[in-house]
């Protein structure tokens, strides 16, 4: 089978979770994986980035797969249920509100900002080497703060998923395909 550029998609959200790590500014590029499957699926009527394009499916396809990390079991039917996802979906779009409203709160002068990464949106972990002050507002700082926890949060949940069940699992309760599958029924009507 002939290999195109994108099949190597993974490298990019790999490299995205390490920059993170380095330079919480860098999680401003995770906007990518929000609006291109959007725009995607506007324009298409298709789910093509999630079958095609997405790095982090790719990434833990290659982990579970090629790499052996997966049990490769199904799922629990509980977890492929359209209750589940879009249940998972109002509560992803919740986190992110609440992180939104964080970054208003800094812009606003409401708050300080916080360097801080929530992980699985509990564990709040210090990250103070992965920002020191730049020409930005603080609140362009809090953005990314939030955004990384959200991204390396789903990113955790989609290896776990991998582990435990098939490598793509986490493809079938990610709010951006669930989103991105509403826009396609949508558009189909």
Do not use: E
């Not at 999630?50 to 833990?60: A, E, K, P």
């Not at 509560?91 to 606003?108: D, E, I, K, P």
């Not at 002050?133 to 953005?143: D, E, N």
């Amino acid at each position: 089978m002939k290999k195109h550029a994108y099949d190597y998609l993974w490298i990019a959200s790999a490299l995205y979770l390490l920059l993170g790590f380095f330079n919480i500014l860098f999680a401003w590029l995770g906007l990518l994986c929000f609006f291109i499957p959007l725009i995607l699926s506007l324009t298409q009527g298709t789910k093509g980035y999630c079958n095609r394009y997405c790095g982090r499916g790719q990434l833990f396809a290659l982990l579970g797969g090629r790499f052996g990390l997966s049990r490769k079991r199904d799922m629990p039917r509980w977890m492929t249920s359209k209750a589940f996802r879009y249940g998972f979906l109002v509560f992803f779009f919740v986190m992110f509100f609440q992180m939104l409203w964080s970054t208003y709160l800094v812009f606003a002068g409401a708050q300080d900002l916080r360097q801080v990464v929530t992980l699985l949106w509990t564990f709040k972990l210090p990250w103070h080497w992965a920002y020191h002050g730049t020409l930005v507002h603080p609140g362009v700082a809090q953005f990314a703060f939030g955004f990384y926890s959200v991204m390396l949060t789903s990113t955790i949940l989609g290896l776990i998923t991998m582990v435990l069940f098939k490598p793509r699992s986490w493809c079938v309760y990610c709010p951006m395909g669930t989103m991105t599958q509403l826009i396609c029924k949508a558009k189909s009507r």
